[in-house]
């Protein structure tokens, strides 16, 4: 089982191009996620998707979008990348409900420096 | 304050010994509380939920306190292989807060 599949794995940018992260999910979860993780700190979501159609901003959207393009595939879009932004980026997905909270399944991450 | 905090660590233990790891959350209306474990430089991956009552699964037991708003992670003797990042998380309806994680090396 593929669950949660991230590209590319590693990106070098210069400051000012721009990219997409691809994520997509075989689970047939509802929710999708992005997260960017800097070292010695915790996941912080950038933004989210409850459901297809819908997306959400996080604790720290600034510099990006995202696009729920089907149930099963969330890009996220640096439009004009900055060196701040070098940072490994995850996505995730989960089935959510009111009352059926299940864990998040992560990809394997992207590693993206930006000169 | 962090809406989850956590005991960064390094939590230095030999093989064989138990070891304990608070979380403590600020928001009183959460619903769900995860434990994952996160190797250098790799996805963080589900170790368990934690339930109101109190689990356990194998080496490892998970409570939470919702009067005290925090969850606990224990383990007991301590494997190489459980050398690792500890994050605990916390769901607010469609978010999860992640704590900044806890850092354990089991030596020999």
């Known amino acids: 089982n593929a669950g949660v599949t991230q590209t590319p794995k590693f990106q070098v940018l210069k400051t000012g191009q721009s990219m997409t992260l691809q994520c997509a999910q075989d689970m047939n979860h509802n929710s999708m996620y992005w997260y960017r993780q800097d070292p010695g700190m915790g996941l912080r979501l950038i933004y989210y998707s409850a459901s297809e159609g819908t997306t959400d901003k996080g604790e720290v959207p600034n510099g990006y979008n995202v696009s729920r393009l089907n149930k099963r595939e969330f890009s996220l879009r640096l439009e004009s990348a900055a060196p701040s932004q070098t940072s490994v980026y995850f996505c995730?997905?989960?089935?959510?409900?009111?009352?059926?909270?299940?864990?998040?399944?992560f990809g394997d991450g992207t590693r993206l420096s930006i000169l | 304050r962090k809406e989850v905090e956590q005991d960064p660590g390094p939590f230095n233990v030999p093989e064989g010994a138990t070891v304990a790891f608070n979380c403590t959350y600020s928001?009183?209306?959460?619903?769900?509380f995860f434990w994952y474990r996160q190797d250098c430089r790799k996805e963080p991956k589900l170790l368990m939920s934690?339930?109101?009552s109190g689990n356990e699964d194998g080496r490892f037991t998970a409570q939470l306190n919702r009067a005290s708003q925090y969850i606990s992670l224990l383990i007991r003797d301590s494997k190489l292989s459980d050398s690792a990042t500890y994050l605990c998380v916390v769901n607010e309806g469609n978010d999860m807060r992640f704590g900044a994680g806890t850092r354990l090396t089991v030596k020999p």
């Open positions: 934690v339930y109101s």
């Open positions: 928001n009183s209306a959460s619903q769900s």
């Open positions: 995730a997905s989960r089935i959510f409900g009111t009352e059926n909270n299940q864990p998040q399944h």
